[in-house]
């Protein structure tokens, strides 16, 4: 079992940047691979970025060049760093772990632990 908690989101102008982190508690946080997931009001969970277990990564179209995930394993911390934002980035930001270390899943589904959420708003 492994808990995560969110910090980082804010208000920022269109055009700027803010960096989100997940603390995970737990020494299994290098066993799973983390997500990064975004929910504006009345929409659907989306995708965001992947990260697995061996550092490999994975983009949603939106965000490709403008978002960068990393992860520390030290730390048992996921980042988010989030440049150039957009006011369609605007929404809660969650971070998510799967069981299956080397997957990079683009689905909710396949995540088996969850964050509580933080916002993020971008004004135009």
């Known amino acids: 079992q492994v808990q995560l908690v969110e910090s980082g989101g804010g208000l920022v102008q269109a055009g700027g940047s803010l960096r989100l982190t997940c603390a995970a508690d737990g020494r299994t946080f290098r066993n799973y691979a983390m997500g990064w997931f975004r929910q504006a009001p009345g929409k659907e969970r989306d995708f965001v970025a992947v990260?697995?277990?061996?550092?490999?990564?994975l983009y949603a179209d939106s965000v490709k060049g403008r978002f960068t995930i990393s992860r520390d394993n030290t730390k048992t911390a996921l980042y988010l760093q989030m440049n150039s934002l957009k006011p369609e980035d605007t929404g809660i930001y969650y971070c998510?772990?799967?069981?299956?270390?080397?997957?990079?899943?683009?689905?909710?589904?396949?995540?088996?632990?969850w964050g509580q959420g933080t916002q993020v708003t971008v004004s135009s």
């Open positions: 998510a772990a799967d069981e299956w270390p080397s997957r990079r899943s683009r689905y909710a589904g396949d995540y088996h632990h």
């Open positions: 990260m697995n277990r061996s550092g490999g990564s």
